[in-house]
Nanobody, 122 residues
Framework: VQLQASGGGLGQPGGSLRLSCTAS????????IGWFRQAPGKEREGVSCISSGDGYTYYANSVKDRFTISRDNAKNTVYLQMNDLKPEDTAVYYCATRNSGCSLVAGHYNFWGQGTLVTVSS
């Protein structure tokens, strides 16, 4: 199983970025995917997750109503649409998969992709 996060870069406050999580060796439509982020000097925190099957989604309070997680089964990709970016969104973003359910706890995930850096600055 390999996951790869991409789409990071420089975003302006109030702007938008879309991150992608692509996979090989696993069908994301059958997987529970979480997005996490880690800012310098801080612990990794859960941002959002989407469950397999019914596509249940969950968001951290800090990103609720600004970020949207979605899945494109045909492209085997999970997206994280980030709107109304704030400087505190600056972090390395990771996607990960776990066997069952939607969780924002990093320790619940089995496989991790390499991260993509998001910097929000004017």
């Amino acid at each position: 199983v390999q996951l790869q996060a991409s789409g990071g870069g420089l975003g302006q406050p109030g702007g938008s970025l879309r991150l992608s999580c692509t996979a090989s060796g696993i069908g994301l439509d059958y997987s529970n995917i979480g997005w996490f982020r880690q800012a310098p000097g801080k612990e990794r925190e859960g941002v959002s997750c989407i469950s397999s099957g019914d596509g249940y989604t969950y968001y951290a309070n800090s990103v609720k109503d600004r970020f949207t997680i979605s899945r494109d089964n045909a492209k085997n990709t999970v997206y994280l649409q980030m709107n109304d970016l704030k400087p505190e969104d600056t972090a390395v973003y990771y996607c990960a998969t776990r066997n069952s359910g939607c969780s924002l706890v990093a320790g619940h995930y089995n496989f991790w992709g390499q991260g993509t850096l998001v910097t929000v600055s004017s």
